[in-house]
């Protein structure tokens, strides 16, 4: 099966600092996949050239968050949802949290 976009979307956060770059597939159920769903969200700092903070999915994690980033790329954050409308919502919640405690 050829992946199919449910969402692919770029959007500027805290005034130019940060892009948010939002993917989500339809790929087909797979032992990777086994909902047929790719998601990755990603926060990068535009800035610095790194990503601050990665949300994705895959078999054996499921839903998972890259918190210490761009140090430790395999420390993982395992997430209990199963649905990427509700990953994305706690992607931005992550994205506010990041944004706050930087004041």
């Avoid at 005034?15 to 159920?29: E, I, N, R, T, W």
């Avoid at 800035?47 to 990665?54: H, Q, S, T, W």
């Avoid at 993982?76 to 919640?93: G, P, S």
């Amino acid at each position: 099966m050829v992946a199919r976009p449910i969402i692919i979307r770029k959007l500027i956060v805290k005034d130019g600092k940060y892009l948010a770059d939002l993917k989500v597939f339809d790929v087909g159920k797979s032992k990777k996949y086994p909902d047929g769903i790719k998601a990755k969200f990603v926060l990068l700092d535009i800035e610095f050239g790194f990503a601050r903070l990665l949300l994705d999915n895959h078999h054996p994690f499921g839903f998972h968050l890259h918190t210490k980033l761009p140090t430790d790329k395999e420390h993982r954050e395992l997430l209990t949802m199963t649905d990427y409308r509700e990953a994305m919502d706690f992607f931005f919640t992550e994205i506010e949290r990041i944004i706050k405690n930087e004041k």
